[in-house]
């Protein structure tokens, strides 16, 4: 079992946790609120802005934008968008064996990112040849 904090969406703010099997619970107040077969998981991708453009999910911009407010120390990674085939998503940090959980079970949409300084740079290469 991995844990997982809700950070918004159509769930509750909270925890969860994916079985091994791939199960997420969504957890509220220490009661489970919802439990979702990883099959009835669509995709997942980073939670960017671009990312809930190309899902069409502008209505979790006000929950992405309130975590970026956290501090950074807690972050295993990038935050996650998860898009469900009943069209509901949720925002969730998650720790590695999470991510390791999600990425195997669940097809990883893919946004492109914009271009950062330094991504055109070519290593210096050193040494004879």
Same mark, same amino acid.
């Given at each position: 079992?991995?844990?997982?904090?809700?950070?918004?969406?159509?769930?509750?703010?909270?925890?969860?946790?994916?079985?091994?099997?791939?199960?997420?619970?969504?957890?509220?107040?220490?009661?489970?609120?919802?439990?979702?077969?990883?099959?009835? +998981? *669509?995709?997942? $991708?980073? !939670? /960017?802005? =671009?990312?809930?453009?190309?899902?069409?999910?502008?209505?979790?911009?006000?929950?992405?934008?309130? +975590? *970026?407010?956290? $501090?950074? !120390? /807690?972050? =295993?990674?990038?935050?996650?968008?998860?898009?469900?085939?009943?069209?509901?998503?949720?925002?969730?940090?998650?720790?590695?064996?999470?991510?390791?959980?999600?990425?195997?079970?669940?097809?990883?949409?893919?946004?492109?990112?914009?271009?950062?300084?330094?991504?055109?740079?070519?290593?210096?290469?050193?040494?004879?040849?």
């Amino acid at each position: 079992m991995a844990k997982f904090e809700v950070l918004g969406g159509d769930y509750d703010k909270g925890d969860g946790w994916i079985y091994l099997d791939g199960s997420f619970v969504f957890r509220k107040d220490g009661k489970i609120q919802k439990t979702i077969p990883h099959n009835r +998981a *669509r995709e997942f $991708d980073e !939670a /960017t802005e =671009a990312s809930l453009e190309r899902l069409r999910l502008s209505r979790l911009l006000p929950d992405l934008q309130a +975590a *970026r407010l956290d $501090d950074p !120390a /807690t972050l =295993a990674g990038p935050d996650i968008v998860l898009y469900f085939i009943d069209h509901t998503a949720v925002l969730i940090r998650a720790d590695e064996k999470a991510r390791q959980i999600i990425g195997e079970r669940v097809q990883h949409g893919y946004t492109p990112r914009p271009p950062r300084q330094g991504d055109d740079d070519t290593p210096d290469r050193t040494g004879d040849y």
